[in-house]
C-alpha cells in the first residue's frame, strides 16, 4: 500500500484531535509563509490592475490580456486576492479554538500565542479588505465552513474589528512578556 500519511508534515486535523504546543507552533509558521505568499500576490496582480507594473515572467506573459474583458470569479486574479487570507484566518481560529486544550505551554506562552495570532488574523483581513474597499468583507468566520455562509461586513465595521483584534493582540503579546 502506497498510501502513508505525511510523517513530516502534521495536519490541522491532528492539531485538532490532539492539541500540542509544537501543533500550534507549526500552523502558526504557516500562518507566516501564508502572508508572504499572501504580499507576494498581491502587490504583483494588484500593480497589474493599477497599470503601475506587468508581470515579464515568460510562464506568465499573458497576465495583462486577462484584463481586457470580464473577469471570472473563478479565475486566479479573482480568487487569489482573497483565497489563501481566507485559508489562514481559518486555521487561525483553528490555533486560537484549540489553545486552551494544549497542555505543554505556559499561560505566558499561551497569551503570547494568541497575540501572535491575533496579529495574523488582522494583517489577512487588512490585506482583505484593502482589495475590496466600499464592497466589504466576511469578518464572522470562526464558523462551520459546510453551514450558512458568514455576512458581508460594511467596510467600516471591517476596520473596527481589524483595531479591536490588534488592540487584543497586544494585551495579549504583554501579557505573554
Not at 510562464?59 to 479573482?78: C, K, R
Request: glycine share 10%; charged share 15%.
Amino acid at each position: 500500500n502506497l498510501t502513508v500519511p505525511d510523517l513530516n508534515n502534521s495536519s490541522i486535523g491532528d492539531f485538532q484531535a490532539n492539541p500540542t504546543g509544537a501543533g500550534a507552533g507549526a500552523i502558526a509558521t504557516g500562518l507566516l509563509r501564508g502572508a508572504r505568499d499572501c504580499t507576494f500576490f498581491l502587490v504583483r496582480t494588484l500593480g497589474v490592475f493599477g497599470r503601475e507594473g506587468y508581470s515579464l515572467n515568460v510562464a506568465q506573459g499573458d497576465l495583462p490580456t486577462y484584463l481586457i474583458g470580464p473577469l471570472s470569479p473563478g479565475d486566479f486574479l479573482v480568487s487569489g486576492t482573497w483565497n489563501q487570507q481566507y485559508a489562514d484566518l481559518r486555521a487561525a481560529n483553528i490555533v486560537l479554538d484549540g489553545l486552551p486544550k494544549v497542555s505543554d505551554l505556559t499561560t505566558a506562552q499561551k497569551e503570547a500565542l494568541t497575540g501572535f495570532v491575533q496579529t495574523m488574523e488582522a494583517f489577512d483581513l487588512s490585506q482583505l479588505a484593502a482589495t475590496r474597499d466600499t464592497f466589504g468583507i466576511p469578518i464572522a468566520v470562526d464558523i462551520d465552513p459546510t453551514g450558512a455562509l458568514a455576512p458581508i461586513a460594511p467596510k467600516a465595521q471591517v476596520y473596527q474589528h481589524i483595531y479591536n483584534l490588534l488592540d487584543s493582540a497586544q494585551t495579549h503579546l504583554q501579557n505573554g512578556g
